[in-house]
């Protein structure tokens, strides 16, 4: 069966990301300080794509966007457009489950400042790559942010220049539709440069992407 690459638990290509984890370990040593895995079924059509571990929300419980704001927004989003069911709780162990829908990052590993360098952005890229070719039934992509867009661009070896990232912006590439979409973070919330209801048009159009 087929099956996700990870990086390992320990990986040390980062050396400021692996540095900053073990300093998060020795200070908080049950939180999960590892690079956060990615959540979803591998029969997923969608595939939502994230910057990187938020240090006191998936670095903590080891799951995508579980434990921060963004989270409470993303999975808020998701459940209202049926890609969940069960009860999302900010916990790893609560009763959500994605259903048709994957969510990862562009970054498994915790950055300081919520900030990777290029760097350690082109370190991850051949996971983000992998994964998406593991998905083969994937017909859309969410890329919540800049840093998330480029990746999926690096990820197909295509030119940056030809992949304008803007809000609501959908690319071709391959089979499957790219969708752009400013982060979830409280920062956009915060200066509204993005609300509720242009997230939730964002997964209105994955939909009809998706045709369901
Ligand atoms: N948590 C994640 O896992 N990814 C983000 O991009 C933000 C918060």
């Given amino acids: 069966m087929k099956k996700l690459i990870e990086p390992n638990k320990n990986c040390s290509k980062c050396r400021r990301l692996y540095n900053f984890?073990?300093?998060?370990?020795?200070?908080?040593?049950?939180?999960?300080?590892?690079?956060?895995?990615t959540?979803?079924?591998l029969s997923s059509s969608l595939l939502i794509v994230g910057l990187a571990p938020g240090l006191q929300g998936a670095n903590k419980t080891g799951?995508?966007?579980?434990?921060?704001?963004?989270?409470?927004?993303?999975?808020?989003?998701?459940?209202?457009?049926?890609f969940s069911k069960g009860k999302y709780a900010g916990t790893i162990d609560d009763s959500l489950k994605?259903?048709?829908?994957?969510?990862?990052?562009?970054?498994?590993?915790?950055?300081?400042?919520?900030k990777p360098i290029s760097e350690e952005i082109n370190n991850?890229?051949?996971?983000?790559?992998?994964t998406i070719e593991?998905?083969?039934n994937l017909k859309v992509i969410i890329a919540l942010g800049l840093i998330a867009h480029k990746s999926i661009i690096s990820a197909f070896n295509l030119k940056q220049k030809l992949y304008k990232f803007k809000h609501g912006n959908k690319h071709k590439i391959d089979n499957f539709i790219l969708i752009d979409s400013y982060h979830c973070s409280r920062y956009n919330t915060n200066t509204r440069r993005l609300n509720e209801e242009m997230f939730e048009k964002i997964f209105f159009e994955a939909k009809k992407e998706l045709k369901i």
């Fill in 39 to 41: 959540f979803g079924e």
């Fill in 134 to 136: 593991i998905h083969k």
């Fill in 21 to 37: 984890r073990k300093k998060n370990q020795s200070k908080n040593p049950d939180w999960f300080n590892a690079p956060v895995p």
């Fill in 98 to 114: 994605l259903k048709n829908c994957t969510i990862t990052n562009a970054v498994r590993c915790v950055p300081p400042q919520n």
């Fill in 63 to 82: 799951r995508p966007f579980t434990g921060d704001y963004a989270g409470d927004l993303l999975y808020k989003t998701i459940n209202k457009f049926n």
């Fill in 124 to 130: 991850c890229n051949n996971f983000l790559k992998k």
